[in-house]
């Protein structure tokens, strides 16, 4: 988890299509936000957030293959205490693995 998230920013995820729109409510939570193609809007008090993402080549270590999306993040009116707090339980919701 990162400590400051800048307004602009891409990130891959190592999840197939079906897997992100299953965590995504959870992880967007109380914010009303809208679903259209391969982009999602989430409301943010005056401000919003904007995820596009298309399905990328999957990552290839040796015999394994993971699922790949390449997703990018636009906030927009939304300032810095907010984000870092948005992004930091988003990214508890999307965290997957063990340890």
């Known amino acids: 988890m990162q400590s400051h998230y ?6 891959d995820m190592a999840c197939t299509e079906d ?7 959870e992880a967007i939570g109380e914010y009303h936000w809208k679903h259209q193609d391969r982009t999602v809007g989430v409301r943010i008090g005056d401000g ?11 990552r290839v270590i040796a015999l394994v293959q993971m699922p790949r999306l390449a997703v990018s993040f636009r906030f927009a009116g939304i300032d810095d205490e907010t984000r870092n707090a948005f992004m930091k339980r988003f990214d ?3 965290q997957r693995g063990g340890g």
Do not use: N, S, T
């Open 6 to 11: 800048e307004e602009r920013f891409e990130r």
């Open 19 to 25: 897997d992100w729109l299953r965590w995504l409510p």
């Open 48 to 58: 919003a957030l904007g995820i596009k993402w298309q399905v990328a080549e999957p």
């Open 92 to 94: 508890l919701y999307m």
